[in-house]
């Protein structure tokens, strides 16, 4: 993988450097180099350059980390993870931990990651040895105008192109300095002739020391000054140039003058508008400029062509770093700093605090799209308040930094903004100051939930507080809010395993309901609905409202605000209400509606999870070549985002899908065994599981491993065992099995079983080569009378009860005296998993103990509190007492 993009300009010159700094990379030894220069000496045009030659060398990646934007040194590992490319997870663990548990898997891969500009972040280049320590293969190239001090750096100095001497006559082109003039000089003046300005070019040159930035900013005057004068201009400051005075900051030694020079051919007004801009970060828009820095358009024209902005394809405008801290001192020298900085605080996060409402309604992917581009301008916003400790200003614009961190996945960054705000609140705050820290810490907390990380055990506190504080105030949206990320905390306090307490969750997310309803609040109505109905127990329903009831009038509100996210994620959560019915029509419905939705939003979790369901269902109903396409379309999104499940789910319907479609079960063996294990120790989400073994299970049986095959049955299904869609592969697997251990007829009654099931469950089993071979012979050896009466037979059977003797799970003589006690009494597997839980076992060791996943074996433990009417595992054990379960 290479991801530089392709530079708009030509490279000229510098093959010496490109063929030393290519051997020093070649020498395994060197782990680290650092291009070290002032700014503007094209440092990072030549590590793109040297990376380019050496693509063949790190076959495995190169990969390009952009830190010109970043100030704060704890932001490094998420620039180099987000480059290379990595997506944090929504796991427990810390984003180090995950990152270099990713490291360690690339072990044997030959990487090279270049990182630009990493002066700023000197404070932190400790990360960059413990990258190193973590890997064998992986090199480092840094371009920095210091060095790094680090024992594994090895430095090379990076100075100007080729310029000539003093001798006349020499051959012009043969120097990189002049190459480049020429070439920057042609895009502005078509008929620009050397041979005219022949001294005045090298003059310009030389007087710049061959510094690129330089040149092209010299070049850039041409559009007002002939060459000569701007080799006057620039020969008029030259002793600064040559003193290199110490002074100086390093980065402005030697182009300054460049500079200097352009803000002299500035006007006043445009020097104020120019100096003014240095404020934005990461770009800016024409409404921005003109609103921050009082830039019209006129001005804005004038300073493109002068070179001191420039403006992108997508119609943003952005100047040059360099430039940029050039700007900003002068602001500085102008007094001006301190009135910028509040013009610039309250343009974005007083646009983050409009944005809310449309991120709640018809505008929110615009509104999350205009957060996206202008990111860095806000994060630099939200810094210069805290450091002005305008905490009014940050509590408004705090719902809205949440929202997008939720709705795009950018978790890890912002919640590093909202921690870095509460911690400067004063330790003693008034009562205001005091609402408005808890009003931050409760959105922080919502965030920490959905991203799955480590729970802190101080968290449960700090929602308490925030909510005691909200009742206090009687702030009635805030109560809202604070009740409803009290209920998630419960929800994964149940996902823990140890205080299942759905009552208390449901209790929450229904006042948390009524609250938003009477506030007239529709978005968070109809969140903390949706989180009503996925948590709900029937038995605990007093109402009797179903789960589908719930997400559908949750579902009604979001369509008539126009919450896109909102609509995408219960069009998901549909699918689960449609599979418990075995409604499979809708389920397919649900999961391509949730799979547009997704893609629109943009939201990479939902785009894996929809696609998941989506082959699923077309795999099952035979559709293989559209399931084929959606698998793999989700193992190439799920390697470009690091998603670890989502690659073990699709390489696990993958070779399911090779199995069938092509046979090559020994090619197909290799994708699944790493998932085998892999996915029992992976943190899973009780809702959307991304948690099958299709694929091991038919590699197992086509091996002969049957005893393998049969352990993996269970994990077939989600749930139900007369679900059609995965027992009819558990049918057609058994069969197989028994066929070849000698059981020809048992194996045609399965057969003719699972062919008796509805088309949109067996369509698959026509597409198997194996099984058409299999059926011939069986009636070959059986004969054709005694095979269509084994086939009779089998459609004859009940299909629960067929898939429950498979399995083991008979109902036995105990639990006819339990079923008089329960509604519904426990399966056969359940009271299995009941005696592992009496013996204190976890879910991750019964998940070992029985070779099912974690999430199988949340749904058995949730199965089996629902009937036993409890709502903890000292309750269950009670009750299972009672009844004489154990």
């Not at 959606?630 to 799920?638: C, G, K």
């Not at 290799?670 to 959307?688: D, R």
């Not at 065992?721 to 007829?745: F, K, Q, R, S, Y």
Request: proline content about 3%; overall charge negative.
């Amino acid at each position: 993988m290479y991801t530089f993009a392709i530079p708009p300009t030509l490279f000229l010159g510098r093959e010496q450097e490109i063929a030393e700094i290519s051997a020093l990379l070649d020498n395994p030894s060197c782990r680290l180099l650092t291009l070290v220069g002032p700014g503007g000496i094209g440092k990072t045009r030549l590590a793109m350059e040297v990376a380019a030659h050496k693509r063949a060398l790190f076959s495995d990646g190169v990969y390009f980390v952009p830190l010109a934007a970043l100030n704060q040194a704890d932001e490094l590992l998420t620039a180099i993870a987000e480059a290379m490319p990595f997506r944090f997870q929504q796991d427990q663990r810390s984003p180090r931990e995950q990152f270099f548990a990713y490291l360690r898997e690339k072990q044997a891969q030959r990487l090279l990651l270049v990182l630009d500009d990493v002066e700023r972040l000197l404070d932190g280049v400790d990360l960059i040895s413990d990258i190193l320590a973590a890997t064998t293969n992986l090199q480092i190239l840094v371009t920095s105008r210091e060095t790094l001090n680090l024992q594994e750096e090895w430095v090379r100095q990076i100075g100007g192109l080729t310029y000539p001497g003093q001798a006349e006559g020499e051959p012009l082109r043969e120097y990189s300095a002049i190459q480049l003039f020429l070439d920057r000089a042609r895009r502005i003046r078509g008929d620009f002739d050397l041979a005219e300005d022949r001294k005045s070019v090298v003059d310009i040159c030389r007087l710049v020391e061959g510094m690129p930035l330089a040149i092209e900013l010299a070049a850039g005057w041409l559009k007002t000054l002939q060459p000569a004068d701007i080799a006057q201009e620039i020969q008029h400051n030259l002793n600064l140039l040559a003193t290199r005075s110490r002074n100086l900051p390093e980065r402005h030694r030697s182009i300054r003058i460049v500079f200097d020079h352009s803000w002299q051919l500035m006007t006043e007004h445009e020097r104020d508008v120019f100096q003014r801009i240095s404020i934005f970060r990461g770009g800016f828009t024409r409404e921005a400029a003109q609103i921050v820095a009082g830039a019209s358009l006129d001005t804005l024209a004038g300073l493109i062509d002068q070179s001191m902005i420039r403006l992108n394809a997508a119609g943003r405008y952005n100047i040059h770093e360099l430039l940029r801290q050039y700007g900003a001192e002068q602001l500085e020298a102008a007094g001006q700093t301190e009135a910028i900085q509040q013009a610039h605080i309250d343009y974005y996060l007083g646009q983050l605090h409009r944005l809310e409402r449309d991120i709640k309604a018809q505008q929110q992917i615009a509104a999350l799209d205009t957060i996206a581009a202008d990111f860095e301008n806000m994060r630099h916003a939200w810094h210069l308040a805290i450091q002005q400790r305008q905490f009014v200003t940050l509590s408004r614009a705090v719902e809205s930094l949440h929202l997008f961190a939720d709705m795009r996945g950018r978790y890890h960054e912002i919640m590093a903004l909202l921690r870095t705000a509460v911690e400067q609140f004063p330790s003693s705050p008034s009562q205001e100051q005091l609402a408005m820290r808890y009003r931050i810490q409760a959105r922080l907390a919502r965030l920490i939930l959905l991203s799955h990380l480590r729970i802190d055990e101080g968290l449960r506190a700090q929602i308490d507080n925030c909510l005691a504080t909200a009742r206090a105030r009687q702030d009635q949206a805030e109560i809202g809010f604070c009740l409803l990320v009290s209920g998630i905390h419960i929800v994964y306090e149940v996902e823990n395993e140890e205080n299942y307490a759905y009552p208390r969750a449901v209790a929450l997310f229904r006042e948390s309901a009524t609250v938003f309803e009477a506030l007239g609040d529709t978005f968070y109505r109809a969140e903390a609905l949706a989180w009503l109905a996925c948590n709900t127990l029937e038995i605990f329903n007093k109402e009797q409202i179903s789960s589908q009831e719930l997400l559908k009038q949750s579902l009604k509100l979001r369509r008539e605000i126009g919450d896109s996210n909102g609509i995408a994620w219960i069009s998901l959560n549909l699918t689960e209400v449609a599979l418990a019915k075995l409604d499979y029509i809708a389920y397919e419905h649900y999961a391509r509606e949730a799979l547009a939705l997704m893609r629109e939003i943009g939201s990479v979790k939902g785009i894996l999870q929809a696609m998941f369901k989506l082959a699923l269902t077309s795999l099952l109903k035979g559709d293989l070549e559209e399931a084929l396409t959606l698998a793999e379309d989700m193992r190439d999104l799920a390697e470009k985002t690091n998603s670890q499940d989502g690659s073990i789910s699709a390489a696990d319907i993958l070779a399911f899908l090779y199995c069938v479609m092509n046979e090559t079960y020994t090619e197909t063996s290799v994708l699944v065994p790493a998932s085998q294990t892999t996915s029992q120790e992976l943190f899973f989400n009780s809702h959307g599981d991304l948690d099958i073994c299709w694929g091991q299970t038919i590699v197992d049986c086509e091996r002969g491993q049957y005893a393998s095959a049969r352990q993996r049955y269970a994990s077939l299904f989600w749930g139900r065992h007369d679900d059609p869609g995965p027992a009819t592969i558990c049918l057609a697997l058994e069969a197989v099995a028994l066929a070849n251990e000698g059981m020809p007829e048992k194996a045609v009654e399965l057969l003719g079983l699972a062919f008796h099931q509805p088309a949109w469950a067996n369509g698959w089993l026509h597409r198997w080569p194996l099984l058409k071979r299999l059926r011939v012979n069986l009636k070959q050896r059986l004969g054709e009378e005694a095979y269509r009466a084994a086939c009779e037979r089998g459609r004859s059977h009940g299909l629960e009860t067929m898939i429950q003797s498979i399995l083991g799970e008979e109902d036995d003589a105990p639990r006819e005296t339990v079923k008089q006690a329960l509604l519904e009494p426990l399966s056969g597997r359940e009271v299995e998993v009941l005696g592992l839980i009496a013996e204190g076992f976890s879910n991750n060791e019964i998940a070992r103990r029985l070779v099912l996943s974690v999430g199988t074996v949340k749904v058995h433990t949730r199965n089996i509190y629902g009937k036993l009417g409890v709502g903890s595992r000292t309750q269950a054990l009670a009750q299972a007492t009672r009844l004489n379960l154990l």
